[in-house]
Each structure stands twice: as C-alpha cells, then as structure tokens.
C-alpha cells in the first residue's frame, strides 16, 4: 500500500527529534553458544576488509571517512575491517603513529556511519609481539571500550603452528588486558593454519565471555572440507567470523570461482555467520575489489569494480541482517512469496485476501526493494510473473540483479481497483545460470505484490540459450536503447568496428555443432561480427550483417559453429559496424 500521510507525518517529527539522534547506534554484539548475537538477537552482517594499513603498501590510501561512508550508503556494508600490519616493513612496530592514526580514521568513521568495526592485529606472527598487542589493544579499549561498533581482532592469521601451546596463551593475555578495561565488546581469536582449523581451536577454548574465533576461506581453493571443520567447531559451541574471505585462490590472485563463492554464500547465511571480503584495494591481483587507480574517496562507478569485486558487491550489498526463515534460495522453475525476501527497504507485510492466504508485501513506495535468492538451471529466456494489487495509478516493478546491475526489464503494474483485487503481468528477461541474488524494485511505487513466478521460455532445454543483447556483463563502444522488435525491451545500438561486448557465463551441455541466431538490423549496409569466447582467445565463426532498410527492421541471421562441452563466456566482436542486435540464440544442430 501506499504510506500513510499521518505516519510520514510521524515519521518526519520523529527524524528530526534530538532524542533520535542522541540515540543512533549500532546493538551490542555478544555470544550465546555457537552464535554472534546483536542486541540479544540472532543476526549476521557483511561487509569489506581494508587491505594491509602498512605506509606505502597501496592499501593504505584507502583508510578515510569518505571511502568509508561510500562502502555504508552504496555498498550497504554494515562492518569494515582496519587490517593494521604489524611486522611487515611499513607497519605498526616500524610506523606506529600512521598506522594508528589510519585505524583510528577507520574506527571513526565507522562509528559516525553506524556500522560495525574490526580492528585487526593483521600479522602472521602475533605470539613474538605480545606485549605491543596488550599495549595497542589497551589503548584502543580505553579509546572505544564505550562504544558498540568496535570489534578486537587480536590475531589475524597464526601459520601451523600449536594451538594449546602458542596461540591460545597469547590470545588469553591479550584478552585478559582487554577485559580488564571494557567488559564486553565482542573479540574474535585468530585460529590455527592461516585461521582455518576452527575445529582445534573449539576443543579447547578460551576462557572468557563474548569470543568468537576466526574462520578464513578463499573460494578458489578452499572447498567442502573447510566447511565440514567450521561445522565442526560449531558443533562444539564455538561462534564462528569470517574476518577475511576471498572469491579466488588462498594466494589471492587468480580467477574467481563463483560456484564456489555461492556454496559459502550459503553456508554463512544459513548459519548467521558474519562475514567480511577481503580486500577494499587497488592491486592489481583477483582478490582486489578496484581495478588499479580507482577512486580514493570512493564513488567507484561498475568500471572501477574488478570481476571479485563486482560479485563482492553484489554480496555484501543484499546480505540480510537478521534473515527471517523465508529466506531461502529457490529453485527455477518456481514461485517466489513476495514476504520470503532475504532483504528491504521501505516495505512491510500484511496478510492477503489472494488464493492461498499468508502474507502480501505492501507499503511499496518509490525506491523500495526487495531481494530473493534463486537457482538458474540454464542461461536463457524466462518468462517472470507477477502477482499484483493497486487501489491507485498502479506503478512500475523493475528487475535486476541485486546491487543495480544489469537491469533484467520492467513491467508497468495496473491498477486493480483494490489492494486485496489481484491480477497478474509479466516479462520476458534473460537470466544468467546459477544461483544468483535477483531485486524487485519499485520504479514506481503504488501496488502490492504477492508473488513471483519464474519458468524458462525455452523449456528449460539447456541446449537452447536466447541472450538478450543489452544483457551483456562488460562491453567497450556500445548503447542500449528501446526496441520495437517483438518482445519489447532494449537492443543494443551504435555498433562501431572495434566494439566489443562479453556476456555472462553459458553452460554447453555437449560438445557438437550449434545454429547461432542473431537478431539484427540495419539502415545501411549492414557489417560483421564474430562470436568468440570474451577476449578473443577463441574464435567460433563470423557472419555478415545484412541491410534491412531501418534500425528497427529485424530480421534474423544464423550460422553454425562447433562448441565444446562446458561453461563459456562469449563474447561479440564487431568487425564492421553499423548495425544494432536485440538478441542471438544458441541452440543444438539438428
């Protein structure tokens, strides 16, 4: 429904009450069993790690409010991580009044954007610098102690070294000084094997309330037996914090592996982990959020975004503080209640006079969101329902990948006559395959919804594959602009020699000939492309691009190339342009 006049009213008094800002915080973190708790509830949060603090390591440019503020209000980021080095040349026992003075811009900036922040002892050696580690964690205790933002990482990474017999003496000393100034902010102990056997560490733990111990994995090589030790050490009662994970290789370079990713995506969420990416840096290697020389005061545009970075923020962006039991990951074909979301903005529930009873979601206003998690069998067309209601002018619902790109299509909502008359629109989008976080987002607001509904057009065959053009992932030349062609939506325009764009993974079911149909228009004379993997490494085949008569004349052109089995990321190279595609489909020879 649309708000209420009288509660906007309230609302805005309420904003501009002085007691409201006295009182704007961040809950008290705490452990209960094998959980992080804030204000006494179950809840996780995700956010970024800052890359080594060390003076003139790169990652240091990073440390300051702007960055900062820019991860709270478009990240959504609810923690970040002061990873100050130590040992390392540059860091804390070399240069220790930057150091601190660049933690200390962090902690602040943080606790004036509510957000949760770690403050990181980032060294693999912590046990030979104890009484530095007291020194600095008393300090930052009598500095913060008060305020329930600040998070103590007193150990980063330990090497393979004892549990029992090195870490856990020095962890119990560092804790013990911290305690004997602030009683109860949260600590988390870094744990054996680059903190990965969690499980050693819940054996024998460490004495003392609120503790957690950490827990780092790199997708790129860390699979199913790292997160059946994590499952063990919580079986033992330990509580868990991914102080650092990575979505490529533990080295923290390489590809990204976002099968992998997701499993872990998963696994935290399910268990109410919390969780940070490592790292808010310009380096050129995988693990780096920015692509070098971006942005030092944040603002970063998707082109600043490196691969991990891209898929980081889509992350931590729609991570749910506190996810009710609806939010779970759907498998397509199926249909999604509207209230299962896993996060918001702006909306509420209510219960729903539609088939089915349960809940609706309303209070849809412009701007709002709302998140879900779904399973894409294949790449391809699918057809998505909605399920809606409107006393009003009705609205808009936009679609799109959670965190704002790419968009997947909008669909205008009637009005219906009530908020309880319901009727059903839809469109047609191109999803990538996998599982993947999808947003609803009101472009205009005005109606309700009920559900969501998501069948493939193409039958869920998954040797057929349709693209939508403007669906592309990275491009270099190109527009979108609206289409005429049947199905509406956009195509992809002003097409110049030289232009490229490159599209989301597709799987190929087996290797063999496959018909490869575009659909293109031109005014003139027409011009020709290539259908490559992303990059140009692989060359599948040319085809000429013919004159139509007009850039909204389709017609459409196939040839036949030979694909192997396995995931591809094609690409379209434009050697003569002059043209515009909606669309090119993949689909087996006969």
């Given at each position: 429904?649309?708000?209420?006049?009288?509660?906007?009213?309230?609302?805005?008094?309420?904003?501009?009450?002085?007691?409201?800002?006295?009182?704007?915080?961040?809950?008290?973190?705490?452990?209960?069993?094998?959980?992080?708790?804030?204000?006494?509830?179950?809840?996780?949060?995700?956010?970024?790690?800052?890359?080594?603090?060390?003076?003139?390591?790169?990652?240091?440019?990073?440390?300051?409010?702007?960055?900062?503020?820019?991860?709270?209000?478009?990240?959504?980021?609810?923690?970040?991580?002061?990873?100050?080095?130590?040992?390392?040349?540059?860091?804390?026992?070399?240069?220790?009044?930057?150091?601190?003075?660049?933690?200390?811009?962090?902690?602040?900036?943080?606790?004036?954007?509510?957000?949760?922040?770690?403050?990181?002892?980032?060294?693999?050696?912590?046990?030979?610098?104890?009484?530095?580690?007291?020194?600095?964690?008393?300090?930052?205790?009598?500095?913060?102690?008060?305020?329930?933002?600040?998070?103590?990482?007193?150990?980063?990474?330990?090497?393979?070294?004892?549990?029992?017999?090195?870490?856990?003496?020095?962890?119990?000393?560092?804790?013990?000084?911290?305690?004997?100034?602030?009683?109860?902010?949260?600590?988390?102990?870094?744990?054996?094997?680059?903190?990965?056997?969690?499980?050693?560490?819940?054996?024998?733990?460490?004495?003392?309330?609120?503790?957690?111990?950490?827990?780092?994995?790199?997708?790129?090589?860390?699979?199913?037996?790292?997160?059946?030790?994590?499952?063990?050490?919580?079986?033992?009662?330990?509580?868990?914090?991914?102080?650092?994970?990575?979505?490529?290789?533990?080295?923290?370079?390489?590809?990204?592996?976002?099968?992998?990713?997701?499993?872990?995506?998963?696994?935290?969420?399910?268990?109410?982990?919390?969780?940070?990416?490592?790292?808010?840096?310009?380096?050129?290697?995988?693990?780096?959020?920015?692509?070098?020389?971006?942005?030092?005061?944040?603002?970063?545009?998707?082109?600043?975004?490196?691969?991990?970075?891209?898929?980081?923020?889509?992350?931590?962006?729609?991570?749910?503080?506190?996810?009710?039991?609806?939010?779970?990951?759907?498998?397509?074909?199926?249909?999604?209640?509207?209230?299962?979301?896993?996060?918001?903005?702006?909306v509420q529930t209510e219960p729903t006079t539609d088939a089915g009873g349960g809940l609706n979601v309303g209070y849809i206003d412009t701007g709002d969101w709302m998140t879900y998690d779904i399973d894409v069998p294949a790449a391809g067309t699918y057809e998505v329902?909605?399920?809606?209601?409107?006393?009003?002018?009705?609205?808009?619902?936009q679609l799109e990948k959670a965190g704002g790109q790419p968009v997947y299509g909008t669909v205008s909502v009637p009005q219906t006559g009530g908020w309880q008359t319901w009727t059903d629109v839809s469109h047609r989008v191109t999803l990538p395959a996998g599982k993947?976080?999808?947003?609803?987002?009101?472009?205009?607001?005005?109606?309700?919804?009920?559900?969501?509904?998501?069948?493939?057009?193409?039958?869920?065959?998954?040797?057929?594959?349709?693209?939508?053009?403007?669906?592309?992932?990275?491009?270099?030349?190109v527009q979108t602009e609206t289409t005429s062609d049947a199905g509406g939506g956009l195509n992809v325009g002003y097409l110049d020699a030289g232009d490229w764009l490159s599209y989301p993974s597709v799987n190929i079911p087996a290797s063999g000939s496959y018909v490869?149909?575009?659909?293109?228009?031109?005014?003139?004379?027409?011009?020709?492309?290539?259908?490559?993997?992303?990059?140009?490494?692989?060359?599948?085949?040319?085809?000429?691009?013919?004159?139509?008569?007009?850039?909204?004349?389709?017609?459409?052109?196939?040839?036949?190339?030979?694909?192997?089995?396995?995931?591809?990321?094609?690409?379209?190279?434009?050697?003569?342009?002059?043209?515009?595609?909606?669309?090119?489909?993949?689909?087996?020879?006969?």
């Amino acid at each position: 429904m649309k708000t209420n006049p009288l509660h906007a009213l309230v609302l805005g008094v309420f904003l501009l009450s002085p007691w409201s800002a006295a009182t704007a915080d961040v809950a008290p973190l705490s452990v209960s069993g094998n959980k992080v708790l804030a204000g006494g509830q179950p809840a996780s949060f995700s956010g970024n790690s800052l890359f080594w603090s060390n003076t003139n390591w790169g990652g240091d440019k990073y440390y300051n409010a702007d960055v900062v503020r820019w991860l709270k209000t478009d990240w959504k980021s609810k923690v970040v991580r002061a990873a100050m080095g130590v040992d390392e040349a540059g860091g804390y026992l070399q240069d220790p009044a930057a150091n601190k003075a660049r933690v200390k811009a962090v902690v602040d900036a943080a606790i004036a954007n509510d957000m949760y922040v770690i403050i990181d002892w980032h060294t693999h050696h912590a046990e030979q610098y104890q009484w530095q580690a007291v020194a600095f964690f008393e300090e930052m205790a009598r500095s913060y102690g008060g305020k329930n933002h600040v998070i103590y990482e007193i150990y980063n990474e330990p090497l393979q070294i004892s549990w029992s017999g090195t870490i856990k003496p020095y962890a119990q000393a560092v804790v013990n000084a911290i305690r004997a100034i602030d009683p109860d902010n949260l600590i988390i102990v870094g744990t054996p094997t680059w903190s990965q056997d969690v499980d050693v560490a819940s054996r024998d733990p460490i004495a003392g309330s609120n503790i957690a111990y950490t827990l780092h994995f790199y997708a790129g090589t860390h699979g199913q037996s790292l997160r059946d030790k994590a499952q063990a050490a919580l079986n033992n009662g330990a509580a868990l914090f991914v102080t650092e994970w990575g979505s490529v290789s533990a080295s923290g370079d390489g590809a990204v592996n976002s099968a992998e990713t997701w499993a872990w995506v998963d696994f935290m969420k399910a268990r109410g982990i919390s969780n940070a990416n490592w790292a808010l840096n310009d380096k050129a290697e995988g693990a780096s959020a920015l692509v070098p020389g971006a942005s030092t005061q944040g603002g970063w545009p998707s082109s600043q975004l490196t691969t991990s970075g891209t898929l980081a923020k889509q992350i931590v962006s729609t991570w749910p503080g506190n996810p009710g039991p609806g939010c779970t990951t759907v498998p397509v074909p199926g249909t999604v209640q509207a209230e299962a979301y896993c996060n918001m903005s702006g909306v509420q529930t209510e219960p729903t006079t539609d088939a089915g009873g349960g809940l609706n979601v309303g209070y849809i206003d412009t701007g709002d969101w709302m998140t879900y998690d779904i399973d894409v069998p294949a790449a391809g067309t699918y057809e998505v329902k909605y399920r809606v209601a409107s006393l009003g002018s009705g609205g808009v619902i936009q679609l799109e990948k959670a965190g704002g790109q790419p968009v997947y299509g909008t669909v205008s909502v009637p009005q219906t006559g009530g908020w309880q008359t319901w009727t059903d629109v839809s469109h047609r989008v191109t999803l990538p395959a996998g599982k993947q976080s999808i947003a609803i987002v009101a472009k205009a607001g005005g109606f309700n919804v009920n559900w969501l509904d998501i069948r493939s057009v193409d039958g869920n065959d998954p040797s057929v594959v349709t693209i939508q053009a403007e669906s592309f992932d990275a491009m270099h030349g190109v527009q979108t602009e609206t289409t005429s062609d049947a199905g509406g939506g956009l195509n992809v325009g002003y097409l110049d020699a030289g232009d490229w764009l490159s599209y989301p993974s597709v799987n190929i079911p087996a290797s063999g000939s496959y018909v490869v149909e575009y659909r293109v228009a031109s005014l003139n004379g027409g011009g020709n492309l290539t259908l490559e993997e992303a990059g140009g490494s692989v060359a599948y085949g040319s085809i000429n691009v013919p004159s139509t008569g007009g850039w909204q004349n389709w017609v459409t052109i196939r040839h036949t190339v030979q694909l192997t089995a396995g995931n591809h990321k094609f690409g379209i190279a434009i050697r003569n342009g002059g043209w515009n595609l909606n669309w090119f489909r993949i689909s087996r020879a006969s």
